[in-house]
């Protein structure tokens, strides 16, 4: 794979002739298998590890369509709500354009990583007193009122960018995998898979395609309209990424759910943070905890049974962001450190016993 979304797909995004590439690289991310996983669930699990892209999330892979689409018709700044990742993305995004950056945030709910990389990107970082909802509805008035490019994912261009990470998947594996476990807030990514994966199928039509993946999605318990059936409105997970009461792409994310025979479960906090830790100390794999709900569901719930169909043998994980980018909820959870001595044998002592 060579460099950056637009280069390597260009042809099958929404992206007019004229419109320059804002790119950083972003995709191409590591399908890596999870033996201990697999071993838990009974299928073969890969983790799509979405932590690698340039800003730490799967944002990226949205970002860079919807920021080249932007400046190509000549936006001078871009505006968006955010839990945290958009934000940053958002900002290094225009950042490389040259644009001008605003960002939303409901004040205190993001994780520190995100907050200093929208910060250090340059752009104007606006704590709200408020929620993700309140600040979606606030950023999508200003951007009618103003001449500023809304980026959030009700923003076409980024489900069109997103929709990549299920091509990936499928070059990664050769096919199509049996079921997608992902973890689900303002619906923007689901909806996105969704269209990649029917986007490939049409695709290989000619080879005898294997099924469309089932998607399985997974809500913060305390933060689950589409599974509760109707919004939240104080919604509360320790997953602050997912912290989202009213998501914007309500009904194609149900509509994707049903049409792969699918569903969307709850998970709660404990078993977002048990999968958090686990897959990091038994994987190697450091994810941030919205991105362990897809682990912690699929663990939790077991793999999904459809009817009159075989059970998936091959299960993608969608690890949607970077244990790095919140080292306050990993050190609330991790073991102490050891302090020590400047000595030898205190060092043995520590290490060994
Ligand atoms: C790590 O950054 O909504 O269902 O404003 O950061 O497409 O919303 C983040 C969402 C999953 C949910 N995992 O994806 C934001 C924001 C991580 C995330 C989701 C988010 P969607």
């Not at 190697?284 to 077991?302: D, Q």
């Not at 080292?327 to 044998?345: F, M, Q, R, W, Y």
Request: glycine letters at 10%; proline letters at 6%; a negative charge.
């Amino acid at each position: 794979m060579s460099a950056g979304l637009i280069a390597r797909y260009r042809d099958r995004l929404s992206l007019e002739p004229g419109d320059p590439v804002v790119s950083l690289e972003e995709g191409a991310t590591p399908l890596i298998e999870a033996p201990r996983l697999s071993e838990r669930v009974g299928a073969r699990v890969y983790l799509k590890f979405e932590g690698a892209n340039p800003t730490g999330s799967f944002k990226d892979r949205g970002m860079t369509v919807a920021v080249s689409r932007a400046k190509g018709r000549g936006a001078e700044a871009v505006i968006c709500a955010s839990t945290g990742n958009t934000a940053a993305s958002a900002a290094a995004y225009a950042a490389r354009a040259g644009l001008r950056g605003a960002v939303i945030v409901p004040e205190g709910k993001i994780a520190i990583g995100k907050l200093a990389q929208a910060l250090m990107h340059g752009a104007r970082v606006v704590a709200l007193r408020g929620n993700f909802d309140d600040a979606l509805r606030i950023v999508r008035e200003l951007s009618q009122k103003h001449p500023i490019e809304l980026v959030n994912s009700v923003n076409p261009h980024r489900i069109e960018g997103q929709k990549t990470g299920a091509f990936e998947v499928v070059e990664q594996l050769g096919g199509m995998p049996g079921a997608l476990a992902i973890p689900v807030g303002n619906a923007g990514n689901v909806t996105a898979y969704w269209r990649g994966f029917k986007e490939a199928g049409e695709r290989d039509e000619n080879e005898g395609s294997s099924p469309l993946p089932i998607l399985y999605g997974f809500q913060a318990e305390g933060a689950a309209p589409l599974v509760d059936g109707a919004p939240v409105e104080k919604p509360e997970t320790v997953a602050s990424a997912i912290r989202i009461g009213n998501p914007a792409r309500w009904e194609e994310a149900m509509a994707a759910f049903t049409e792969s025979r699918g569903r969307v479960a709850a998970v709660s906090d404990a078993q977002i943070l048990d999968a958090y830790r686990w897959l990091a100390a038994a994987e190697g794999v450091f994810c941030e905890p919205a991105s362990a709900a897809s682990v912690a569901g699929l663990l939790a719930h077991g793999l999904p049974v459809v009817e009159g169909a075989e059970s998936p043998e091959t299960v993608v994980c969608v690890l949607t962001g970077h244990g790095l980018k919140d080292p306050d909820t990993a050190l609330g959870k991790a073991p102490a450190v050891i302090n020590c001595e400047n000595d030898l044998s205190a060092v043995e002592r520590a290490v060994f016993d």
